[in-house]
């Protein structure tokens, strides 16, 4: 008989300890060790010998032999899905989508399932019942008659019926939901997540069906569980956006298949999730009269532009500390921004409340954003407004050098489109700047801080 021996493993993390501690070397978290059963009996089998003509994604091929037809990639309705994901659903992939709750990741994969046509679809719930599943599919005005709906978590009856029904998409509404009988923990603990997934690995690489797991994700904003599983599966999304706002953003954190450089923007309406198109056109208020404190950046996302506005609100301390505050935008940025305006314009923004905001809910990790902050900050504590039609894109240093940013023509590009006249960029972007390509739009290039605070305000 084989013995039964337990461990403690960390809830936030998965460490592995063979006592209980109070706090987890791996991660300092406190009160996270949890008591599991391990099970030691050897597994009957580790590996099966699959089909080798089914199980096309595990078959060694000669490099050199594969051909470069898109044909293992399933293509799905779903233009910002497709795009995050490398350009369509690889067969037999598994891709973990985390997220807040209520963000919407059950609403976009049962979207994408009643918008799959001509293949069957499994949709598992641990979480809502099939009334619920249905009212979902009512509001979303969409139908599929070949959607299929399961609330179940145990994984072995999960499994049976993949076995008989074999669809051709699976999602997993929650990975923290599902369990199985071969661990005795309670689900969503760290080795019933790890077993789990593991073992929708193995069935998506053997019978090449992708599968979407969903993830919950923690308070920090890492998806819940072992860090293992996001090293297990081949793709892992985030969903992220602010609840209150209408825009979520969708990501790759990871992308066997694909750049995680790339961005799908949906808009949370009633009747669903839809697909952005024109992100620029939405993120940009289109305003008759000029407000101090705004300025527009052509920013990039993956490969696309992407032009924001930044809003910016100066104003006289109340308080004793001067408070920064910024949504959408690293304070530490801020901070540094704010300190080179200080040193190098002579701006007093050291009595000064600053408030950032990016419009639309978005957070910009680009550098481009910067030059677009400073201009704001600068018009709203001159109270002057930037011209109209003018867009910026260039990174600012610490000694207040303008900096070049990547793939400006794009920018340039995106903003002509949108019909701005006037770009605001790097000098050192103008080299090897083919101007003559853009007609309408004119670009005006800066070294310094100073001699943008010139060309706005004169
Ligand atoms: P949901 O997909 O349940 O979130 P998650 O699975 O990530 O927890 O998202 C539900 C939210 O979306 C809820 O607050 C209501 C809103 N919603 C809409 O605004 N329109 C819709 O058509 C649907 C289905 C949901
Ligand atoms: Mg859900």
């Not at 391990?38 to 099966?48: F, G, I, R, Y």
């Not at 305003?287 to 993956?302: D, F, H, N, P, Q």
Request: glycine share 8%.
């Amino acid at each position: 008989m084989a013995k039964t021996k337990s461990a403690f493993f960390c809830q936030n993390c998965g460490a592995q300890s063979p006592r209980w501690i109070g706090k987890c070397p791996s991660c300092s978290e406190w009160n996270t060790y949890v008591e599991e059963i391990v099970n030691t009996k050897p597994e009957k089998k580790l590996w099966s010998k699959a089909d080798g003509k089914k199980n096309k994604a595990a078959a060694p091929q000669v490099l050199s032999n594969v051909s470069i037809t898109d044909d293992h990639r399933m293509a799905i309705p779903d233009k910002e899905l497709n795009r995050v994901l490398g350009g369509g659903l690889v067969y037999g992939s598994l891709v973990l989508m985390g997220g807040e709750p209520g963000i919407g990741k059950s609403t976009l994969l049962l979207q994408l399932a009643l918008k799959l046509k001509n293949q069957k679809v499994l949709y598992v719930s641990g979480e809502e019942s099939e009334q619920q599943i249905k009212m979902r599919a009512d509001r979303l005005q969409l139908k599929n008659d070949e959607l299929y709906v399961l609330t179940e978590t145990s994984l072995e009856n999960i499994f049976a019926q993949l076995a008989h029904l074999e669809p051709s998409l699976v999602i997993i509404d929650s990975i923290q939901t599902v369990f199985t009988e071969k661990i005795e923990s309670s689900p969503g603990s760290v080795s019933q997540i790890r077993e789990c997934a593991a073992e929708l690995l193995r069935y998506a690489k053997e019978t090449s069906t992708p599968v979407f797991l969903v993830g919950h994700i923690t308070k920090d904003g890492t998806i819940a569980g072992p860090k293992v599983l996001e090293h297990m599966v081949d793709t892992v999304l985030q969903f992220e956006g602010d609840r209150h706002h209408v825009y979520r953003i969708l990501r790759a954190a990871k992308n066997r298949f694909g750049s995680t450089a790339e961005l799908g923007i949906y808009e949370m309406q009633g009747a669903g999730l839809q697909e952005v198109a024109n992100p620029s056109a939405v993120l940009i208020a289109n305003r008759e009269e000029s407000l101090s404190g705004v300025a527009i950046a052509a920013t990039m996302e993956g490969i696309r532009p992407l032009l924001i506005e930044t809003q910016a609100l100066v104003s006289s301390a109340v308080y004793g500390t001067p408070q920064r505050s910024s949504t959408g935008f690293d304070l530490r940025r801020l901070s540094m921004l704010l300190a080179v305006l200080e040193k190098r314009c002579g701006f007093r923004l050291g009595t000064k409340d600053v408030f950032l905001n990016i419009a639309g809910g978005i957070k910009v990790e680009d550098p481009a954003i910067d030059l677009a902050v400073i201009c704001a900050v600068l018009s709203s504590s001159e109270d002057m407004a930037i011209p109209p039609k003018y867009c910026f894109a260039a990174e600012v240093g610490l000694s207040g050098e303008i900096r070049p940013v990547t793939r400006v023509e794009q920018r340039i590009s995106e903003a002509e489109k949108m019909g701005f006249e006037k770009m605001i960029i790097s000098k050192y972007n103008k080299k090897g700047l083919d101007i003559s390509r853009f007609g309408k739009i004119e670009i005006k290039t800066v070294s310094r801080v100073e001699e943008v605070f010139q060309l706005l305000f004169g």
